[in-house]
């Protein structure tokens, strides 16, 4: 069989292709448009979260350290007031003991004879504390 013998062959060269007829569709928009996203800044929401922040923390700072400033001042405070408590517990002590010498029996006998006094028994009282 030759080539030329083929009907389906000539049926095909004898009949003219047609195109189909493409009508033109309205060109729809994307739904999500994709933007390039500036990575040059902070956003302004961005940079006063930052400044809120860092004031939260230098605030915060200040407050600790004028707290721990006050706790040394009222440490001071309360060791003066115990010093000065000590000092006056010990001049108390001694004046105790220097009352106690200065009221003893001879010393009391002592200075009345030396201003010519007499010591009469019922009339000394003995004063305890």
């Known amino acids: 069989m030759s080539h030329q013998d083929n009907l389906a062959r000539q049926t095909y060269t004898a009949v003219p292709v047609q195109q189909p007829s493409v009508t033109p569709q309205p060109q729809t928009a994307p739904l999500h448009i994709e933007r390039p996203s500036p990575q040059k800044g902070l956003t302004r929401f961005e940079k006063s979260m930052i400044s809120l922040f ?14 721990g400033t006050k706790v040394n001042r009222l440490n001071q405070a309360q060791q003066d007031a115990t010093r ?5 517990q010990l001049r108390n002590t001694n004046l105790e003991q220097q009352a ?24 000394v009282r003995n004063v305890g504390r």
């Open 100 to 123: 106690q010498e200065l009221s003893r029996y001879d010393r009391i006998y002592r200075i009345a004879e030396e201003f010519g006094l007499e010591i009469k028994e019922e009339n």
């Open 84 to 88: 000065e408590i000590e000092v006056a």
């Open 54 to 67: 860092s004031m939260v923390v230098i605030g915060l700072s200040v407050l600790n350290i004028s707290a």
